[in-house]
């Protein structure tokens, strides 16, 4: 019995933990069951990245048409993520938008964006595709999580059977408890790769161009010197007025003392000559 559990605990320490992967963030979405399945194709993870230039006035229309696409295709298709909008006084506003979309449908829904923009006036400035293979994780993560349940039926039959002793029965058990803590990690990955090949990441981010051109803030600072000199000034006479009655105070004491020095060395300079 005990060579038994030596051999189920040789095994556990060879398989190893699934591996954690901290880039990887799982999601409340569901791929839709009429996805395409095909074990035998490449896993790709695709994400976009899209920059947008847009007129003065016209963020806020655009940023809400691109939340209603998302909206459209419901929840189990598209999830915002993050959403941030900037309002500047210069007029420079930005905003960035944060989305996960059905890989099936992202490229399309990519000309959905630009058209929206294109309406409202604005510009596509940057875009840039990203395609990662996960394949090689997907098949990793499969032979570990069969190799784990493997361990575990054995492990599984053996408590059942209750051959052997109280110690032994208790360190298989033991041994159980750890193979079913992998089966759960590697099982969470395997969702994740399966999500994230199912969903892509999209990002967008706005810029406005101010009203004037990139120009614009020169000339806003030089608007602004009128008031920028007013504040230097009114902050000098503020020191000023707070400075005169300490002026009242100290200054007849410091002349006060310059003149006794001066006679001081009047009369050390006499006794020398003298």
Request: charged fraction near 25%.
């Amino acid at each position: 019995m005990k060579r038994w559990i030596m051999a189920f605990a040789l095994l556990l320490a060879g398989c190893g933990s699934a591996p954690k992967n901290d880039n990887l963030a799982t999601f409340d979405v569901e791929e839709p069951a009429t996805a395409p399945k095909n074990e035998g194709a490449p896993q790709i993870a695709y994400s976009y990245d899209l920059a947008y230039r847009l007129d003065p006035g016209t963020l806020d229309t655009v940023h809400h048409a691109h939340l209603a696409l998302c909206r459209n295709l419901t929840r189990e298709r598209c999830l915002v993520m993050e959403d941030a909008v900037t309002h500047n006084p210069r007029g420079d506003d930005a905003g960035n938008l944060r989305l996960l979309v059905d890989a099936r449908v992202a490229a399309t829904f990519g000309q959905q964006l630009d058209a929206r923009v294109t309406a409202a006036g604005g510009a596509l400035q940057t875009r840039r595709v990203t395609a990662e293979d996960v394949t090689k994780q997907v098949v990793d993560v499969e032979a570990r999580l069969r190799a784990k349940q493997a361990l575990a039926d054995r492990l599984i039959n053996l408590i059942q059977n209750r051959n052997g002793s109280v110690g032994d029965l208790v360190a298989a058990e033991k041994a159980y408890a750890e193979v079913q803590q992998d089966l759960d990690a590697a099982r969470s990955l395997r969702a994740e790769l399966q999500r994230r090949v199912a969903m892509s990441d999209v990002t967008i981010a706005y810029a406005v161009t101010p009203a004037g051109g990139v120009w614009a803030p020169v000339r806003t600072a030089f608007g602004q010197g009128g008031d920028s000199f007013a504040v230097s000034a009114a902050a000098a006479i503020t020191f000023v007025i707070a400075a005169t009655p300490w002026l009242v105070i100290v200054g007849p004491a410091v002349w006060l003392l310059i003149l006794g020095w001066r006679r001081f060395r009047r009369r050390r300079a006499s006794r020398v000559r003298a």
